[in-house]
């Protein structure tokens, strides 16, 4: 029987000349973003101005983490204490978080089998709760209906912030992922796109939004070193008026990411061969369900989930130990305990009760699995054939 070696945690190395970059930087001693000498761009300004230029937006800033762009732009927007945010029930923990902290009240929306927000459960609840604004978290690279959602929004009007951890580098119909709603947050921690351990950016078309963004990031009073940002004019008040909740980037993540944003595009196509390659394995296996990827949907396969509709636990356990003896890491969104990165949504006991049976049968069900770019084609193809083998043990158990 093959069983596989391979790391499920192990990325890329950081591309040599961001490593030189970073070293340079650090013998330089400047590694604060506004620590520069007349006349000089810092690292995280050349980097904000490439992420907007390649997102083809305004503005960028860019944070400590993703999470902490979700705050920010929360809080950039002009959420009010209490005031609710529907969000998706299928997302991670600091999605919800950053709506905590952010003073806001988290209403949770279902999820489908395709595993994306059940729209009629939104404009229910836009309807029910007269929310201004909707959190949607692209959760694993999967992408709803976007002109469904935007339809929906318009009628009720909301506005939409998006969480795209899992789909920089994603479209919608051409349309690039992150440029749907008033802002978007993205995420460098470790294991997103791009990465530099811990990070993340704020993008928006607002300049407003994004003045309040930058002085609550902790600019003190260097906003004007803001390139990716609005003119100093837009700052008159909102300089005055707004906090300091320092979460910046400094230079030696800017410098990791810069390379790292070159070669996005290669990685996406990369990601999506070995997502086909261990979907072809699993195509057409009776009982297990790939969700379907509309056209519209150019998503980025860093990730790859699967429904077992009806699985019982003791099986759901089998498949899991099975495949994990072969050196195969699934993770399951129907365990009792949420382990690791899992959640489900009933461990967030501080948002309160809420009911989703929908999304309760969906995540019990649900299996999901980390691509790592280190891992070739075969791999992908034996990983698969790995959980194919596994499944049907855990069928006959
Ligand atoms: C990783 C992630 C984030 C942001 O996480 P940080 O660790 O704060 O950068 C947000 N949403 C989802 C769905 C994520 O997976």
């Not at 490593?19 to 973003?33: D, N, Q, W």
């Not at 201004?132 to 935007?150: E, F, N, P, T, Y």
């Not at 919608?172 to 460098?188: E, I, K, L, M």
């Not at 963004?213 to 902790?218: D, E, F, R, W, Y």
Request: charged share 20%.
């Amino acid at each position: 029987m093959e069983n596989f070696e391979k790391s499920f945690t192990q990325q890329e190395p950081v591309p040599e000349i961001g490593i030189e970059r970073a070293i340079e930087i650090m013998r330089g001693g400047r590694l604060h973003r506004y620590n520069v000498n007349q006349g000089e761009t810092s690292e995280v300004v050349t980097l904000e101005n490439q992420f907007a230029n390649y997102l083809g937006v305004d503005y960028c800033l860019a944070c400590a983490s993703g999470g902490y762009a979700m705050v920010t732009a929360l809080r950039a927007f002009g959420l009010q204490a209490g005031e609710s945010v529907l969000t998706n029930a299928l997302t991670l923990s600091p999605v919800p978080g950053a709506i905590h902290a952010a003073g806001g009240k988290t209403i949770l929306v279902e999820t489908t089998d395709q595993l994306v927000l059940d729209l009629d459960d939104l404009e229910r609840k836009l309807g029910d709760t007269s929310s201004r604004l909707v959190l949607i978290s692209h959760m694993r690279g999967h992408i709803v209906d976007m002109d469904a959602l935007l339809a929906i929004l318009d009628r009720h009007g909301a506005s939409l912030i998006e969480d795209c951890a899992h789909t920089m580098g994603a479209a919608w119909a051409g349309r690039s992922s992150g440029t749907f709603g008033v802002a978007a947050c993205f995420s460098t921690q470790t294991y997103k796109h791009i990465n530099s351990g811990e990070g993340g950016f704020l993008t928006t078309n607002d300049s407003g939004l994004m003045a309040r963004a930058v002085i609550l990031s902790g600019s003190y009073m260097f906003y004007d070193q803001h390139t990716a940002g609005p003119a100093p004019h837009v700052y008159t008040d909102i300089r005055l008026d707004t906090p300091n909740c320092s979460g910046r980037m400094d230079n030696l993540r800017a410098a990791i990411l810069l390379p790292q944003l070159s070669c996005l595009g290669d990685r996406v196509s990369r990601w999506n061969e070995r997502y086909h390659a261990v979907a072809s394995e699993l195509d057409g296996v009776d009982g297990l369900k790939m969700p379907l990827r509309p056209p519209e949907e150019q998503f980025v396969g860093s990730s790859i989930q699967f429904l077992v509709p009806g699985i019982s636990t003791s099986q759901a356990n089998v498949l899991l130990v099975t495949c994990k003896k072969r050196g195969v890491e699934l993770k399951w969104f129907g365990a009792a305990e949420p382990r690791g990165y899992t959640s489900h949504y009933s461990s967030w006991r501080y948002l309160g009760t809420q009911t989703l049976p929908q999304t309760d049968q969906v995540l019990h069900s649900l299996f999901d699995m980390r691509i790592p770019l280190t891992f070739s084609i075969d791999d992908c193809h034996l990983v698969g054939r790995i959980i194919r083998e596994s499944f049907n043990v855990s069928l006959s158990s």
